[in-house]
Antibody, heavy 123, light 105 residues
Framework: QMQLVESGGGLVKPGGSLRLSCAAS????????MSWIRQAPGKGLEWLAY????????YYADSLKGRFTISRDNGKKSVYLQMNSLRAEDTAVYYC????????????????WGQGALVTVSS | YELTQPTSVSVSPGQTATVTCSGE??????VCWYQQKPGQSPVLVIY???RRPSGIPERFSGSNSGNTATLTISGAQTVDEADYYC?????????FGTGTKVTVL
C-alpha cells in the first residue's frame, strides 16, 4: 500500500501562509485521486479539498472561502495544500488521503491516510 | 448537509455495539465509516454502506435505511474502542458525521 507522508506543518502567525506537502512512496500516486482533511484538537474530521489524479477536477469545502488551494505534481509524487490568511481556528492536524470514487460516483471515500501534520496558528 | 451521530456508545466486551448516523434523505446516499484510535490516523472500516475493506474484521458491518446509517460491531472487543465517524458525499462535497466515541468495558 502506498505510504503517505505529510510535511510542512508548524507554527505560523495569524494572517500568515503555509504550504503543506504530501509525499507518496512507491507507485500509484499519479493514478490516485487525493484529498486533504483536517482535525482540530479534540474535534471531529473536516474535509477540505479534493483533486483528481490528473488535476482536472478540484473541489473545495465552502467553509474555506478561497483561502486554501490544492495542487499536485505527479512527477514529484506529491500533493500540496497552500493555506493563506490563516486564523487561529485553522489550528489542526492536516491529513492527506487517497480518495476512491465508488457507488457510481455517489461516494468519494478515503482509503489510505497519512500520519498527519500539525499546524498551529498563534501569535 | 449534516450527519448526526450520538456522542458516545458503551458496550460490554462480546456484546454488540451500534453506532447510528442520521441525515436527511441518507438512504439515497452511500455512507462509509472510519475508525480512529487516539493519536492515530482514521482507518476506513466500511464503504458503500455495507462493504468491508480487506483486513477489516467481519464483526464490523454496516447498513443504511431510512434517514439512518448504522455501523454494527458484533462481539465488540477492547481493541475496537475508538472514535467512529460516518461520511457521505453530497453536492461535490464530503460530509463527515459528528463522531461517536465507542467504549468497550
Amino acid at each position: 500500500q502506498m505510504q503517505l507522508v505529510e510535511s510542512g506543518g508548524g507554527l505560523v502567525k495569524p494572517g500568515g501562509s503555509l504550504r503543506l506537502s504530501c509525499a507518496a512512496s512507491g507507485l500509484g500516486l499519479s493514478d490516485s485521486h487525493m484529498s486533504w482533511i483536517r482535525q482540530a484538537p479534540g474535534k471531529g474530521l473536516e474535509w477540505l479539498a479534493y483533486i483528481s489524479s490528473g488535476s482536472s477536477v478540484i473541489y473545495y469545502a465552502d467553509s474555506l472561502k478561497g483561502r486554501f488551494t490544492i495542487s499536485r505534481d505527479n512527477g514529484k509524487k506529491s500533493v500540496y495544500l497552500q493555506m493563506n490568511s490563516l486564523r487561529a481556528e485553522d489550528t489542526a492536524v492536516y491529513y492527506c488521503a487517497t480518495t476512491t470514487i465508488g457507488a457510481l460516483d455517489a461516494l468519494y471515500y478515503f482509503d489510505n491516510w497519512g500520519q498527519g501534520a500539525l499546524v498551529t496558528v498563534s501569535s | 448537509y449534516e450527519l448526526t451521530q450520538p456522542t458516545s456508545v458503551s458496550v460490554s466486551p462480546g456484546q454488540t455495539a451500534t453506532v447510528t448516523c442520521s441525515g436527511e434523505g441518507l438512504e439515497n446516499k452511500y455512507v462509509c465509516w472510519y475508525q480512529q484510535k487516539p493519536g492515530q490516523s482514521p482507518v476506513l472500516v466500511i464503504y458503500e454502506d455495507t462493504r468491508r475493506p480487506s483486513g477489516i474484521p467481519e464483526r464490523f458491518s454496516g447498513s443504511n435505511s431510512g434517514n439512518t446509517a448504522t455501523l454494527t460491531i458484533s462481539g465488540a472487543q477492547t481493541v475496537d474502542e475508538a472514535d467512529y465517524y460516518c461520511q457521505a458525499w453530497d453536492s461535490r462535497a464530503c460530509v463527515f458525521g459528528t463522531g461517536t466515541k465507542v467504549t468497550v468495558l
